[in-house]
């Protein structure tokens, strides 16, 4: 079982920038990373942000690559997500989710299924 931890959040002005962090309990080099978020608002769905596998190959929401990037330091065991830029459309909560790369199929990083553990969320406000 990963326990996983995000921080970093907070509120940031339009044009901003912040990095956010998830720190896993115990060796995730074998696993794949993922970004999700959920803005708020009744019945709003959660959407992938970004993933990278156990490779160090990135994935990133096509209408967010040249400002969001992801990344990951095993000895760590933590996956970052840098966002720049920021508007108040990127307000949300992010979590950080994992899964072994190995269950993984071939082109679903970004899908919230392929994940079996998830943080508790850490809050993102852009005004």
């Given amino acids: 079982h990963v326990q996983l931890v995000e921080s ?4 940031v ?10 720190v896993a309990s ?3 080099s074998s696993y794949g990373l993922g970004w999700f978020r959920r803005a708020p608002g009744p ?3 959660r959407e992938a942000v970004a993933a990278v596998d156990d490779e160090g190959t990135p ?11 992801i990344s990951r330091d095993n000895a760590l065991n933590t996956v970052y997500l840098q966002m720049n830029n920021l508007s108040p459309a990127d307000s949300a909560m992010y979590y950080c989710a994992a899964e ?8 679903a990083m ?10 508790q969320g850490t809050q993102v406000t852009v005004s």
Avoid at 100 to 107: E, H, S
Avoid at 110 to 119: A, K, V
């Fill in 110 to 119: 970004l899908r919230e299924s392929s994940y079996r553990f998830w943080g």
């Fill in 43 to 45: 019945g709003v769905k």
């Fill in 26 to 28: 115990g060796d995730t």
């Fill in 13 to 22: 002005q339009a044009g901003g920038s912040l990095i956010l962090s998830c």
């Fill in 59 to 69: 994935w990133i929401k096509p209408s967010l690559k040249g400002r969001f990037t």
């Fill in 8 to 11: 970093g959040g907070g509120s």
């Fill in 100 to 107: 072994l790369a190995d269950r993984v199929k071939l082109g």
